[in-house]
């Protein structure tokens, strides 16, 4: 166990709906991560938050939204789902923001794999 | 964009055999990371490396980070079936912690 939790572990929905993932850092991580993994893109950054605040934006659709909640837990949202945002979504927490002071160590969680028909 | 290409894509090797899994980029990297995945489970991290040039070692595990921070080895000494995953790279920027992952290596160590 990681210590960093995420619900539902399998989602199975229609194309056209919206689904909501939820993740819960390790304790004491302030900074949450989501990834996208598939099999043709790989692990794919989809964006940040620190102690609340989006911090880094990757290759996020618009379709796509998340937020951190004031207990450091996050969501990410999925609207309007096509056949090809079927992946594993990957959650990641860290203690501090990253940037210059040196690696930043990420811890992920076990993932939500989401299938869409 | 940074980006981090591994090769090979896919390691097919018999128990006891020495192995090299490599992390390529042509940008600079503050960091370089190695995750192994199982199925069904998140990425974990093996090693960190931040120094140009610097090796390290787990176990039957050599890491090392190219001088100009652009490149990572992974090498794997006597191969057992445990070692069996995918292997990651990762790339950690200068201005945010986020990772730029490489495509990964899925190694099979046969019995």
């Known amino acids: 166990d990681s210590g960093v939790t995420q619900t539902p572990k399998h989602l199975i929905t229609a194309t056209g709906q919206r689904v909501t993932l939820r993740c819960s850092p390790r304790?004491?991580?302030?900074?949450v991560y989501w990834y996208q993994q598939s099999l043709d893109q790989g692990l794919q950054f989809l964006i940040q938050?620190?102690?609340?605040?989006?911090?880094a934006k990757g290759n996020i659709l618009e379709r796509f939204s998340a937020q951190q909640f004031p207990d450091l837990h996050s969501e990410l949202n999925l609207s309007s789902l096509e056949l090809g945002d079927s992946a594993l979504y990957f959650c990641?927490?860290?203690?501090?923001?990253?940037?210059?002071?040196?690696?930043?160590?990420?811890?992920f969680g076990a993932g939500s794999r989401l299938t869409v028909l | 964009t940074q980006l981090l290409e591994q090769s090979p894509q896919f390691l097919s090797i018999q128990e006891g055999e020495n192995l090299t899994v490599y992390c390529n980029s042509s940008?600079?990297?503050?960091?370089l990371q190695w995750y192994r995945q199982e199925p069904g489970e998140g990425p974990v991290l093996l090693v960190t490396?931040?120094?140009?040039?610097e090796v390290k070692k787990l176990k039957r595990l050599t890491f090392q980070f190219g001088d100009a921070r652009k490149d990572s080895s992974l090498h794997i000494t006597a191969a057992q079936p445990g070692d069996t995953g995918l292997y990651l790279c990762?790339?950690?920027?200068?201005?945010?912690?986020?990772?730029?992952f490489g495509q990964g290596t899925i190694l099979t160590v046969h019995p």
């Open positions: 490396v931040v120094t140009g040039g």
């Open positions: 304790s004491g991580d302030l900074s």
């Open positions: 938050y620190y102690n609340g605040e989006e911090r």
């Open positions: 990641a927490s860290s203690l501090n923001p990253g940037g210059l002071s040196g690696a930043n160590v990420l811890t």
């Open positions: 990762a790339g950690g920027g200068t201005s945010y912690g986020k990772l730029t």
């Open positions: 940008s600079v990297f503050s960091s």
